[in-house]
């Protein structure tokens, strides 16, 4: 059997139990190239090395393996340039995920950090692209914001639109918007922000709608724009919500498409 390779040297050389193989046998996925009739060792080819590392990459990228028969154009054939082409494109749709979560990992270190920062302070802030929706609040109802901002997230989410970790209120023109940030403009309902430089402030929710109105009013100067930002601290809390208040001290540009 110089041409075969054992299940135990299969096992070694791929770093997969025997017990697996024996799997991968039962669900018909990799068939033994050569069953001793007497001894019912089993051997395989050295091209079933190969069919072993696709079936171990299948598992890493989360593809059933009970679908891996579909690659297969009898026991002893695999069709490898269709499985790659579908294998590539799971790949990259983790990768995006991935690549998704590693921008709001770092997008939400940078709200820990504001939190640190002292009460009130001047900021240079990034350019940023909201997706809005105008609401008609007198104040901030902790309720009610999040079913309004529940359906937001439902929105995006039903157009594969990606969002980081930036929601609250915006003043603008006099009128009140619902925001959330995400990661490229939209045709409709969306804001798009230049950076500028704001005074910042930390306020608790009692603070904020003290003077909720108020910054309506202050917000009819043209092309003044104040951001109320839901902000984290480093301990969460399940009671406190802090918020991050930033005014534009410029009068500055932004594109609003309705």
């Given at each position: 059997?110089?041409?075969?390779?054992s299940?135990?040297e299969?096992?070694?050389?791929c770093n997969v139990?025997?017990?697996?193989?024996?799997?991968?046998?039962?669900?018909?996925?990799l068939?033994?190239?050569?069953?001793?009739p007497?001894?019912?060792?089993?051997y395989?080819?050295?091209n079933?090395l190969?069919?072993v590392?696709l079936i171990?990459?299948?598992i890493e990228?989360?593809?059933p393996?009970?679908?891996f028969s579909?690659?297969?154009?009898d026991t002893?054939?695999v069709?490898?340039e269709?499985l790659?082409?579908d294998a590539?494109?799971?790949a990259?749709?983790?990768i995006?995920?991935?690549?998704?979560n590693?921008t709001n990992?770092q997008h939400?270190?940078?709200?820990?950090?504001s939190i640190?920062h002292p009460?009130?302070?001047?900021?240079n802030?990034?350019?940023?692209?909201?997706y809005?929706?105008q609401?008609?609040?007198?104040e901030l109802?902790?309720i009610?914001?999040?079913?309004?901002?529940?359906?937001?997230y439902?929105d995006?989410?039903?157009?594969?639109?990606?969002?980081?970790y930036e929601?609250g209120l915006?003043?603008?023109?006099n009128i009140?918007y619902?925001f959330?940030?995400?990661?490229?403009?939209?045709?409709?309902n969306c804001?798009?922000?230049?950076?500028?430089t704001?005074?910042s402030?930390?306020l608790?929710?009692?603070e904020l709608?003290?003077?909720?109105?108020?910054y309506?009013n202050?917000?009819s100067?043209?092309?003044k724009?104040?951001?109320?930002?839901?902000?984290?601290?480093?301990?969460?809390?399940s009671?406190?919500?802090n918020?991050?208040?930033?005014t534009?001290?410029?009068n500055i540009?932004?594109i609003?498409k309705?």
């Open positions: 059997m110089k041409n075969y390779l299940i135990g299969v096992s070694k050389i139990g025997v017990s697996s193989l024996r799997y991968y046998e039962k669900i018909g996925i068939i033994p190239a050569y069953v001793n007497e001894t019912s060792y089993r395989y080819s050295l079933q190969l069919v590392d171990l990459m299948c990228l989360d593809i393996l009970k679908t579909n690659y297969l154009m002893e054939i069709n490898i269709q790659c082409n590539e494109k799971i990259l749709d983790k995006n995920t991935i690549n998704r590693l990992i939400l270190r940078q709200q820990l950090q640190q009460k009130e302070q001047l900021q802030v990034s350019e940023g692209i909201y809005i929706t609401c008609d609040y007198t109802d902790i009610t914001y999040i079913n309004n901002i529940s359906q937001m439902k995006l989410r039903n157009q594969n639109i990606y969002w980081l929601q915006c003043f603008f023109n009140i619902l959330i940030r995400i990661n490229k403009p939209l045709e409709t804001l798009v922000i230049p950076a500028h704001c005074n402030q930390i608790e929710l009692d709608n003290e003077q909720f109105l108020n309506k202050i917000s100067e043209k092309n724009v104040i951001l109320c930002k839901i902000i984290y601290d480093v301990h969460l809390s009671t406190k919500v918020f991050e208040l930033q534009s001290l410029d540009i932004k609003i309705q």
